[in-house]
Structure formats: C-alpha cells, structure tokens
T-cell receptor
Framework: SQKIEQNSEALNIQEGKTATLTCNYTNYSPAYLQWYRQDPGRGPVFLLL?????KEKRKERLKVTFDTTLKQSLFHITASQPADSATYLC???????????????FGKGTHLIIQP | GAVVSQHPSWVICKSGTSVKIECRSLDFQATTMFWYRQFPKQSLMLMAT?????????EQGVEKDKFLINHASLTLSTLTVTSAHPEDSSFYIC?????????????FGPGTRLTVL
C-alpha cells in the first residue's frame, strides 16, 4: 500500500516568508497528487491538484511541484500570513489508476504556524 | 459551489446503540461519495467508497456489517455505525465527486464527531 510522509509535524514560519512543505511517497506513482488545508475540527478543504505529467502548478500565493523521480511534492505558500496557519495535508489516489473517482490516501499533515 | 454538508456535526451515544450520519451534496450531483475516519493527530483513513444505486466498497479491515452505507440518491449517502463501542469514537468525514465535472477533486464535508460512552 502507499505510504506518505510529510516533512514535519509542525513548522513555524515568520509572517511574510515563504513556507515550504514536503510530501514524499514510497510506492507506486500516483496519477495525481492533491493538497488540502484542514483547520481544527473541520473537514479538509481542497487547494491544488497536480497530475503526474505536470511539474508545477500555481494558484495565487500557492505553488505545488511534483517530481515523480524523487517521489516528492513540494507545497509553497509565498508571502505567508497568520491566516495561513493550519494543517496541510498531502493526498494521493489510493490505487494510482487515475481512472476517475478514487479514494485518497492522506499523509498525517504538517501543522503550519505563521507567526506575526 | 461544490458544497458538502454532514449531519449531525457531533453526536454522543451510549455503547451498543446505532448512529446514522448523513452526507449531502448541496449544489451538485455525486455518483460517488467516500467515507473517511480520522483519529486524533492521525491522517484521514479511507473507509469505503459509496456509489449511487450499488453496494459500497469497503477498504481492508473495515467491517461492512458494522459500518452500513446507503447511497440512495445522487445527493445523499448515509453511514450507520451499528452497535457502537468506545473505540468507534472518531471524526467521520465524507467527500463527494461532482458527477458532471471532469475532475478528480473531492469535496469534503465538515465532519461528524462521534463520541461513544
């Protein structure tokens, strides 16, 4: 089964700096990789999806890279703000088939704290 | 758009009773919905895949007779925890994939906190 590791349980960043979170997977190459934000006691909120044939994707202050050789994705938040403080989850399709709706395997998440 | 709701948001029940959790897609139709469980400081774990009009598919280690899933319409899936025990206490989250969108994105509900006494 797929194993996902996210770089650290907690990450403290000063406001205005770029936060970089890492997601590594160990088994089969997924058809796509997703990043979610989760606030305490809430369900995950979708942020970005990147496919296996894409190297980079951006959305406002967010940027995701995907390196299938390293089996790694990096998630960047530029010009970070205290409101960005949350847990960020990396998720892959469970069976790597990419054939439409498939359940997700999640990492444990990185708790990001942006200090003013 | 793409809003998913869950009801109730939290529930406390006695050991041995059954609890039903509803998951609704409010502004889209979803052929497929998923049920996840999250224990404190743990990742979300996929429990089952729910397809409208057919039997749910359960992940390895999840008891289908204990976690009953019914996906009766394109906007509603229910999860019933039967004969709940304290070890079933967890955060249950559903997600849905819009039927008409070309996307692999899942939209998650706000979650239901189940506490079994």
């Amino acid at each position: 089964s797929q194993k996902i590791e996210q770089n650290s349980e907690a990450l403290n960043i000063q406001e205005g700096k770029t936060a970089t979170l890492t997601c590594n997977y160990t088994n089969y190459s997924p058809a796509y990789l997703q990043w979610y934000r989760q606030d305490p006691g809430r369900g995950p909120v979708f942020l970005l999806l990147i496919r296996e044939n894409e190297k980079e994707k951006r959305k406002e202050r967010l940027k995701v890279t995907f390196d299938t050789t390293l089996k790694q994705s990096l998630f960047h938040i530029t010009a970070s703000q205290p409101a960005d403080s949350a847990t960020y989850l990396c998720a892959l399709d469970v069976r790597g088939s990419g054939g439409g709706a498939d359940g997700l395997t999640f990492g444990k998440g990185t708790h990001l704290i942006i200090q003013p | 758009g793409a809003v998913v709701s869950q009801h109730p948001s939290w529930v406390i029940c006695k050991s041995g009773t059954s609890v039903k959790i509803e998951c609704r897609s409010l502004d889209f139709q979803a052929t497929t919905m998923f049920w996840y469980r999250q224990f404190p400081k743990q990742s979300l774990m996929l429990m089952a895949t729910s397809n409208e009009g057919s039997k749910a598919t359960y992940e390895q280690g999840v008891e289908k007779d204990k976690f009953l899933i019914n996906h009766a319409s394109l906007t509603l899936s229910t999860l019933t925890v039967t004969s709940a025990h304290p070890e079933d206490s967890s955060f249950y989250i559903c997600s849905a994939v819009p039927r008409d969108y070309y996307t692999d994105t899942q939209y998650f509900g706000p979650g239901t906190r189940l506490t079994v006494l």
